[in-house]
């Protein structure tokens, strides 16, 4: 069974820095397929950043390029999310997902598995 486990969330400034980790377990994962979402109070959840091609190849939202940098550790099947820069709109829960397909990227719906999320909070 997959399981997979966010942690690294919390409450930042405006300007500040978090990161934001994802421990896959179970097979038929890779880290290579992962990606981060997120969902903000009376919003849709929308895709953040994501590996493409393997993980040869990254993918952003246009709202954090620049600012969040998206990393694995293959041997601990464990993706990151280097989040620079934080800005109030930036808030929400996010989700680790996994997917079975190389494509579809950006679609949550094309995402088999799920985190339970963890709350990223930026102050003003």
């Known amino acids: 069974q997959v399981q997979l486990v966010e942690s690294g969330g919390g409450l930042v400034q405006a300007g500040g820095s978090l990161r934001l980790s994802c421990a896959a377990s179970?097979?038929?994962?890779?880290?290579?397929?992962m990606a981060w979402f997120r969902q903000a109070l009376g919003k849709e959840r929308e895709f953040v950043a994501t590996?493409?091609?393997?993980?040869?190849?990254?993918v952003y939202a246009d709202s954090v390029k620049g600012r969040f940098t998206i990393s694995r550790d293959i041997a601990k099947n464990t993706v990151y999310l280097q989040m620079n820069n934080l800005k109030p709109e930036d808030t929400a829960v996010y989700f680790c997902?996994?997917?079975?397909?190389?494509?579809?990227?950006?679609?949550?719906?094309?995402?088999?598995?799920w985190g339970q999320g963890t709350q990223v909070t930026v102050s003003s």
């Open positions: 997902a996994a997917r079975t397909k190389d494509y579809g990227w950006t679609y949550p719906t094309n995402y088999n598995y």
């Open positions: 590996f493409r091609w393997g993980g040869s190849s990254t």
């Open positions: 179970g097979r038929g994962v890779s880290s290579s397929a």
